[in-house]
């Protein structure tokens, strides 16, 4: 674009941000990666990461990472569309509250979610408590809490709100008209949705779902509270390494395959729903 | 509308209600009754009492909540002049060099905020810059995992604006200057108020950094939360997090008041 | 000098928005940039007011080279479609703004305000906010603002497009005015309606893809227009395809016609104008028959459509009391004086015209 200002000061006022990003944030970083090919006995080497790799709690922190993102994102995107659909296209008396309600959870921090279903699923919950009344059992059925059923579940509840508000801002733009032209050639609900409502929203969808995806990688909050060993997650196998081991080399490692993980399944997200959204 | 008979519409809404009920009004309302509750085992709590709301509004509590008052406040006002700064500058440039600054403020979205707090513990553990254990340590992570947040909404309100309103004060003789302190930043406020109550929001509940970083003395409200259910005492937990909850909203509602003086259509 | 276009090239990546643009508006003069949709008019006034950089040549103010000036340099007013009246201060905040900005004292600011209110009628309502004012009184705002920094030139970017036709023909009538309280303003008036160029502006640039094809008065473009496309975008035109004869006339289809050939080789292919309302219905000078294919009444003419030789002509005559009917057999003329012959060629489809 041709414009009529020299570019050297404009450079130099876009570099003092940068250079304060750069000492509160990406320098840490960079240093926390050369500290990962740094062990304490000197030198730099790899060999810190041949331990954590061949540890079998690595493993599974890893696999529980990428799997409970993957499962955790699906059903927000699922969920989070249904609702937003009922909320936009099937308005209620009080929908617009219930969207109101929605922009206010976002602001509430994601451990209270874990917290809550403590009381709701827990071994003393509510649920098993409902159960041992009624069927005079000495044990309710839920026990899923401490797995990472638990943990998806409280993402799911936590995360949904994210993907239901690009949506909700999609569907507002959609044309009333156009899904009136629809209905009026006689197409039904769930075709309406398919052909006209879901191809709009797709780059919505595709935004909410990648921030999800993310979110739901470095969740932390959400782990810590449900106070499983069962469920150990990349982050929380940097803290526990970190702060409860003090083995900052390991906890290094971790991190900054945690970043790469995070960063990779972000830009492949991203990659393919560029090419589905636009 | 979508679903025309009245029958197809009760049945959408039933659905509605079953999923959204138990999934986001429970737990929240869980959470208030916990937090009246002597004990909870079985359907309902029992035995209400005011006891843990006392503990929660004095003495360690209440230094806590002080805490983390302190660092959302300074945090949101720090990143919101960083991610403002960077928005406006950044949309001087380039469509590449914009680029690139967009992703460089995003990236504290995409790494995990342990990794962030693990980072600035071991950067700032040592001299020159010795911060780990002071509360300052505390407060920049709040302030770079904010910052992406403000930059990212001042960024959108900033695609928002009408690049005429600037090109007919730049017409009218108005510098660069003046044009921004006079109807730039006038016209971006409403979005600024926003982006100050989700950095308040966000820095208020932050938690994984905080408990990779916090000094003794400085326990925000989160890692207390996290400390009275780890010990054991869940209802002191439910107490405390309604008082965040409550304090948030209440930051919340006061920044939407200045909003809707500062929008002017 | 008013303002002046050297040889002012933009582009815009590879395309080329304004190609080799030379154009003078004398001091006080109103000159409209007339042209169709995307034809760089838009473009070719930004370049005066510093928010796109020629790739090529200068930009002159008032005798003084511009080209690299930023825009709160040039002492220029600048009114656009959406006004972009600042929503967050009153219309006094508004028209004071650029006094403000540039250090005027508050009392003098007050002062010349008032003046540039008064001058466009909107005293009264100074104490309003943008929003509380209709598309015409903002408009009028609009012009207040950018006539109280006391501009040399004026840039007017189809300030009128955004109300309704009445108010329209209203305003043009204001700006008329204005014009003439104000003679020493040059104005560049950008638009693609030829009623408000031939009505408002002393000269007239006729623009087509990125070039400027024509330049002069009202009249001249109208009465004696240079190409076929400034015939057919001032005004209407009836473009007959001809050969030029030997003997001070033209050949069109079977029919010699009388018209004014000038230094036109015999034998060359041409395009003879007509306007419309030139054209009269009966036997006359440079008979024509034909069939009618259509009438449109509008209230004071009828306007006919005429198919003679495989052409379409039109003629636009004062309302008949017993119009003739599709189909029917007729004769029209036109005197030779009214005709223009032009070069064949000139339409806006070849681009180098
Ligand atoms: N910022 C831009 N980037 C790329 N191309 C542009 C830009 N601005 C204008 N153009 C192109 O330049 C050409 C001229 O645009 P301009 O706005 O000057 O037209 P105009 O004559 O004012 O048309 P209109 O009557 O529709 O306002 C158009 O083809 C347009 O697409
Ligand atoms: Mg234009």
Known sequence: MAEARPWAPRLLWAGVPVALLAAGFLYPLVLLVWQSVSPDTGGHSFAVYQDVFGSEVFRRALGNTV???????????????????????????????????????????????????????????????????????????????????????????????????????????????????????????????????????????????????????????????????????????????????????????????????????????????????? | MLVHSRGGRRAVWALFALLFLPLFALPLLVLVAASFAGHWSGALPSGPTLDHYDAAVRGESLRALTASLATAAAASALALTAGTWAALSAHALGRRARRV???????????????????????????????????????????????????????????????????????????????????????????????????????????????????????????????????????TGSALAVVLMGTTLLVLLALSRIRTKASYR | MGIRFEDVTVAYGRTTVLDSFDLTVEPGEVMALLGPSGSGKTTALRAVAGFVTPARGRVWIDGRDVTKLPPYQRGIGMVVQSYALFPHMRVDKNVGFGLRAQGVPRAETAERVEQALALTGMGEFARRYPRELSGGQQQRVAIARALAVRPQVLLLDEPLSALDARLRSGMLAELARLHRELPDVSMLYVTHDQIEALTLADRIAVMDRARLRDVGTPQELYRRPRTEFTASFVGNANLLPVTVGRDGGVRFAEHDLQAPTGDAAPGAEATLCVRPHAVGLGDGPNPLPGTVTGIQWRGATHRLLVETAGHRLMADVGELRDPPAPGDTVTVHFAPDDAVLLPAGTGGDDRDG
């Not at chain 1, 979610?113 to 839920?142: C, H, K, Q, R």
């Not at chain 1, 709100?161 to 008209?177: K, S, T």
């Not at chain 1, 995806?213 to 509270?225: H, T, W, Y």
């Not at chain 2, 995409?110 to 600035?120: D, K, Q, Y």
Request: proline residues 7%.
């Open chain 1, 67 to 278: 799997w409970i993102a993957a499962a955790s994102t699906a059903g927000c995107l699922v969920l989070g569309f249904v609702l937003a659909l009922v909320i936009a296209f099937v308005p209620f008396p009080g929908a617009r509250a219930v969207a109101r309600f929605v922009d206010v959870f976002l602001s509430f921090p994601s451990f209270l979610i874990t917290l809550a279903l403590v009381f709701v699923y827990g071994s003393a919950g509510m649920a098993n408590g409902l159960w041992t009344d009624v069927t005079g059992a000495a044990e309710g059925p839920f026990a899923f809490l401490t797995t990472p059923w638990g943990v998806i579940l409280a993402e799911v509840t936590y995360f949904t709100p994210f993907v239901m508000r690009p949506l909700l801002a999609a569907f507002g733009q959609l044309d009333p008209a156009q899904i009136e032209a629809a209905s009026s050639l006689g197409a039904r609900a769930p075709r309406i949705v398919r052909q006209v409502i879901l191809p709009d929203a797709l780059p919505a969808l595709a935004a909410g779902g990648s921030l999800v995806l993310v979110m739901c990688l470095n969740e932390f909050g959400i782990v810590l509270f449900t106070g499983a060993k069962g469920v150990t997650t990349l982050p929380m196998l940097v803290y526990t390494k970190a702060i409860l081991e003090s083995d900052y080399p390991a906890a290094c490692v971790v991190a900054t395959v945690n970043v790469a993980v995070s960063l990779t399944l972000y830009g492949i997200y991203r990659a393919v729903s560029r090419r589905a959204g636009a």
């Open chain 2, 101 to 235: 600054m967009d992703l460089l403020f995003m990236l504290p979205v995409a790494v995990p905020s342990v990794v962030a707090g693990l980072a600035l513990l071991v950067a700032f553990s040592k001299p020159p810059v010795l911060l780990n254990g002071t509360r300052w340590i505390v407060i920049l992570a709040h302030t770079v995992l904010v910052t992406a947040f403000a930059h990212q909404s001042v960024t959108a309100a900033l695609g928002r604006l009408d690049p005429a309103y600037e090109q007919a004060a730049a017409s009218l003789g108005a510098r660069p200057w003046y044009v921004l302190w006079r109807v730039r930043l006038p016209l971006l406020l409403p979005s600024l108020g926003a982006a100050a109550g989700l950095c308040f929001a966000l820095s208020m509940g932050e938690l994984s950094a905080t408990m990779m970083l916090y000094p003794p003395d400085w326990l925000p409200l989160p890692v207390l939360v996290f400390g009275a259910t780890d010990r054991g005492s869940p209802f």
